[in-house]
């Protein structure tokens, strides 16, 4: 059914159809199709950050920015869903076009711009929401905003949001916004992270409720740089890393169609730059939860994403491409991994003297 879809879809421009797509949801969920999308739901419950997960995958922010789409992305059979980027103000994004498929190459470049409807908007959407899963909500500032009061987005956006969602994501990874990924490096990152935890844990305090922090950064980093950004992310008590967002290199498209336009690539050809930051983060941060995101298209590249140092895993390109058969399919082959892993404790255990 979604191959047929897809086939259809794909011959509209990429904005176009990924609308037109996510109304199909919602109106597939309002007549209780969505079984037929998703088959047998996978149950591996999972307890980070406090939270309780019910499968290993979640659906990675960016697909619903404004969580307009939240219930019928919700009984996809994913574990959580994140929703975002959200920024205070609503924003239009940059001109269209922005969004292009790679098909051959399992990619896409967005060069969207954080387009929202604004943080209010969202709150009212996530309230309206019948969704009972996990839900992430992820931040970021305005384009207009200058980076030495990015401080101030970030804040304004936590505020609104603590009471709503179960974790927080801090977006300063996407490339399509000018001097955002500076503010992963060094004092910046130092400055935002103080301040989002110092904001944090007044909020939790005055809640009752702790929400879990959460940074997203880049692929395109060097073995120092991951060093400092995970110092960074232990010393102001983050509580989990997502790893990683799109990437600027071209490497895996050169000399694709669109391969020279503008933006994030994400898909097939992220994943391996992306489970090269994951192996760092998990050698500098050896128990901290690990989201990992960039390039799961299978099962088999789920289990690699596991195997490369991530606790939960989240799709995008992937889920375009396969549609709502690879959530349970990575679900499953996530499930048996685990599987596996109590068997080996519990041998252990007995064969210990």
Known sequence: ?????????????????HGIALRGLDVGHRLGLASLLVGQRIDDPVELMGLRFPNRVGLAAGLDKNADHLDALGALGFGFVEVGT????PQPGNPR????????????INRMGFNNAGVDHLVERVKASRYDGVIGINIGKNLTTPVERAV????ACLEKVHAHAHYIAVNVSSPNTPGLRDLQFGDHLDALLGALREAGSRLDSESGRRVPLAVKIAPDMQSEEVALVARSIADNGIDAVIATNTTVSREGVAGRRYADEA?????RPVFEASNAILRELRHHLPTLPIIGVGGIDSGTAAVAKREAGADLVQLYSGFIYRG????AECARALQAVAMGEAVRQDVGREESP
């Open 1 to 17: 059914m979604y191959a047929l879809a897809r086939s259809l879809l794909f011959r509209l421009d990429a904005e176009t159809a």
């Open 86 to 89: 959200v920024t205070p103000k």
């Open 324 to 327: 709502p058969a690879l959530v």
């Open 152 to 155: 101030d987005d970030y804040l």
């Open 97 to 108: 076009p922005r969004l292009f498929r790679l098909p051959e190459a399992g990619a896409i």
């Open 263 to 267: 933006g994030g690539l994400s898909g």
